[in-house]
Structure formats: C-alpha cells, structure tokens
C-alpha cells in the first residue's frame, strides 16, 4: 500500500493533530483505505492528448516519480494536464527568448510581452499541479511531516 494511504500514525487514543482517535475511527479509516489498495500495480498510460513536447514530459516524470510509489493510473489525466503545462510553458519561454520580454502596444508603449503574460499562467498551473500530484519537494516534505508528527490524516476528507 503506499504511503499516503497508510494509517499507521492514527493510534486508538492517541493525539495525532489535536485528535484522540477511538477504535471505530481507527477501523473505519482503514477499512476505507482498503478499497483504494489495487489487487496489482496498473500502468500509467500516455494520454492520446498529449503533443509529442508534452510527451516527453510525461515519460521524465514517471520515470522520476518511480520510485516514490505516488502516482496511480487514476491520476493519469491530471498528470497530462501538468505535462502539457510543462511543455507550454517551455514554448512560452523559447517564444520570450526570441521576441523578447517587452513588445509595443497599439499606443506606442512598451509593455509586457504577451509571451511573459503565457509564461507565468503555465508557471501557476505546472505548480499547482506539482503539488497536488506530490511532483516537488515542497508537496513531499509537507505529506512526510504530516505522517512523521501524527498530524491529522491527509486523506481524512476523502472518507467523510
């Protein structure tokens, strides 16, 4: 079972995040847990969607997170909308390496580039998704010290 589904830090009466589980708690979790356990390990597979940029994002990212057991076949269409923000944001930033970070408006004022502009929404949306899909260091720390100080289970929304 991974990690982030495993509810070993929730003892009968102890504090964990200002909580004293009972046994019923402690069971219903668990049991609850079970259901997201997978009989076998199901391969991520490429969304069709994907540009071939975006594609070679996907497989450095699976390949990297291998070994962090996080990311499952259900999270394969979020894992492709934050591959092909990776990629646009690339493009973007190739784009603002060849116009430049300023450009002329219909005014005759120099202005941020509308490349800049594309650049830091793609920059927003490839963190979000980082932290949602566990991709830096930041979103693993924080799931690691949550277990490590007993802290409120993270899952505990999806099961109420």
């Not at 969607?49 to 996907?58: P, Q």
């Not at 944001?89 to 502009?117: D, F, M, P, R």
């Not at 920059?123 to 100080?149: C, E, F, P, Q």
Request: with cysteine.
């Amino acid at each position: 079972m991974a990690d982030i589904l495993k509810f070993d830090h929730m003892q009968i009466g102890a504090k964990g995040g200002g909580k004293h589980w009972t046994e019923k708690e402690v069971k219903a979790r668990e049991e609850a847990a079970r259901k997201f356990e997978r009989k076998s390990k199901k391969k991520l597979k490429v969304p069709a969607w994907l540009t071939d940029e975006a594609r070679k994002v996907w497989r450095k990212t699976v390949k990297d997170m291998e070994e962090f057991d996080v990311l499952d076949k259900v999270d394969e269409d979020v894992l492709g909308t934050y591959c092909d923000a990776v990629a646009r944001y690339q493009e973007a930033n190739y784009l603002i390496e060849l116009h430049g970070y300023t450009e002329v408006n219909a005014q005759g004022n120099k202005v941020v580039s509308a490349h800049v502009k594309l650049a830091q929404s793609y920059a927003r949306i490839v963190l979000s998704y980082s932290n949602k899909l566990g991709l830096n260091a930041d979103a693993r720390a924080r799931l690691a010290k949550k277990i490590a100080d007993g802290e409120e289970d993270p899952n505990g929304d999806l099961f109420d």
